[in-house]
């Protein structure tokens, strides 16, 4: 009911907002008791970091009108009644079609998209100018059934090493899940599938030093307990949950930046709605500095042209290969393609 709204004062670079949260008392997240207020005023709490590290860049909105236990959709488009405050860019998807999507400059258009039914906000790798050449090489090490977040650790030390050789420098954040996400800063002066083939060369390299531990295999039935590389994170139009956003997971988990000091003595579950803004007040953003110094893909690129030369060609790209039996469905961009 529209006397429930609450109304939230939002800073930011602009000065205060006003952002309008209607149905308050919504629970978003029942197991841990998050109301959609709660998610509103995370955002508040954690804006400026949030915007750092999700701000202007083309975002899809995972929106949960009923809570993480209902329906959700995907917003890509400017719904009607956006604030004023709130842009979006012409994007190219991977179809050729070109469409707005939204972005986020400000904390107040994080808040308005929680007001939305907002919970994981999905950030594009390159800038909403140039949306065309990435500014971010992304790396999904994805745990298999039969391992667990302590074995991509490793991994994920590993690879930073590999990216380190590399000439670029690698952060770290869970991925709300079980997960991490390894992200490298670069110079936006190469295309998507440039990016794609330097991510792949990466996983190559890391797979051929822990052959018993990771894997690049795409086929689920060939993975084994293995902690894999998914290289098709970096297509175009394809993305994961951002720094700071909150995950769809019973006890509203975050995925989190965090340095790699902490890396081996953290758990992911310890990042939540509830905890994270206390750690930004108390521990800081271990991502601040992330866009200081960006490197360049040349060197990876170099060990993809050399594995080219070895007989290792292109990995599969998702669109050319059915989910495997007993998978979920993909989750629908649009209510209108749900019906």
Same mark, same amino acid.
């Given at each position: 009911?529209?006397?429930?709204?609450?109304?939230?004062?939002?800073?930011?670079?602009?000065?205060?907002?006003?952002?309008?949260?209607?149905?308050?008392?919504?629970?978003?997240?029942?197991?841990?008791?998050?109301?959609?207020?709660?998610?509103?005023?995370?955002?508040?709490?954690?804006?400026?970091?949030?915007?750092?590290?999700?701000?202007?860049?083309?975002?899809?909105?995972?929106?949960?009108?009923?809570?993480?236990?209902?329906?959700?959709?995907?917003?890509?488009?400017?719904?009607?009644?956006?604030?004023?405050?709130?842009?979006?860019?012409?994007?190219?998807?991977?179809?050729?079609? *070109?469409?707005?999507?939204?972005?986020?400059?400000?904390?107040?258009?994080?808040?308005?998209?929680?007001?939305?039914?907002?919970?994981?906000?999905?950030?594009?790798?390159?800038?909403?100018?140039?949306?065309?050449?990435?500014?971010?090489?992304?790396?999904?090490?994805?745990?298999?059934?039969?391992?667990?977040?302590?074995?991509?650790?490793?991994?994920?030390?590993?690879?930073?090493?590999?990216?380190?050789?590399?000439?670029?420098?690698?952060?770290?954040?869970?991925?709300?899940?079980?997960?991490?996400?390894?992200?490298?800063?670069?110079?936006?002066?190469?295309?998507?599938?440039?990016?794609?083939?330097?991510?792949?060369?990466?996983?190559?390299?890391?797979?051929?030093?822990?052959?018993?531990?990771?894997?690049?295999?795409?086929?689920?039935?060939?993975?084994?307990?293995?902690?894999?590389?998914?290289?098709?994170?970096?297509?175009?139009?394809?993305?994961?949950?951002?720094?700071? *956003?909150?995950?769809?997971?019973?006890?509203?988990?975050?995925?989190?930046?965090?340095?790699?000091?902490?890396?081996?003595?953290?758990?992911?579950?310890?990042?939540?709605?509830?905890?994270?803004?206390?750690?930004?007040?108390?521990?800081?953003?271990?991502?601040?500095?992330?866009?200081?110094?960006?490197?360049?893909?040349?060197?990876?690129?170099?060990?993809?042209?050399?594995?080219?030369?070895?007989?290792?060609?292109?990995?599969?790209?998702?669109?050319?290969?059915?989910?495997?039996?007993?998978?979920?469905?993909?989750?629908?961009?649009?209510?209108?393609?749900?019906?």
């Amino acid at each position: 009911m529209a006397g429930d709204a609450v109304v939230l004062t939002v800073p930011g670079p602009h000065g205060d907002r006003e952002v309008r949260i209607s149905s308050p008392g919504r629970v978003i997240f029942p197991e841990a008791g998050i109301t959609k207020l709660d998610l509103a005023k995370y955002l508040v709490e954690v804006g400026e970091a949030f915007v750092r590290a999700n701000g202007d860049r083309p975002v899809s909105l995972q929106r949960f009108p009923e809570g993480i236990d209902g329906e959700q959709f995907f917003s890509k488009n400017p719904p009607r009644g956006t604030p004023e405050y709130v842009r979006a860019v012409p994007v190219v998807y991977p179809s050729a079609r *070109s469409h707005p999507q939204l972005v986020i400059d400000e904390p107040a258009a994080a808040v308005w998209a929680a007001q939305m039914n907002t919970v994981v906000f999905h950030p594009w790798p390159s800038r909403a100018e140039d949306s065309d050449n990435p500014d971010q090489l992304r790396i999904d090490l994805d745990p298999q059934p039969g391992t667990g977040f302590a074995d991509a650790v490793p991994a994920a030390i590993e690879l930073r090493k590999v990216l380190q050789e590399a000439g670029l420098t690698a952060f770290i954040k869970t991925s709300g899940n079980r997960g991490l996400h390894v992200f490298a800063p670069i110079v936006p002066e190469r295309e998507f599938l440039d990016v794609r083939h330097a991510v792949i060369a990466a996983a190559r390299e890391l797979e051929r030093r822990m052959p018993d531990r990771v894997t690049t295999a795409w086929w689920k039935e060939e993975r084994g307990e293995r902690i894999f590389v998914d290289f098709n994170q970096a297509n175009r139009d394809r993305t994961m949950a951002g720094a700071y *956003s909150p995950r769809a997971l019973a006890h509203a988990s975050v995925s989190a930046p965090i340095s790699w000091d902490e890396l081996e003595h953290i758990s992911p579950e310890q990042f939540t709605v509830l905890t994270m803004p206390e750690r930004l007040r108390t521990v800081g953003d271990p991502w601040e500095a992330f866009a200081e110094q960006p490197g360049r893909i040349d060197e990876l690129l170099g060990w993809w042209e050399r594995d080219l030369s070895d007989g290792l060609g292109e990995l599969p790209f998702p669109p050319d290969y059915p989910k495997m039996p007993g998978e979920p469905p993909r989750v629908q961009p649009s209510r209108a393609k749900k019906a």
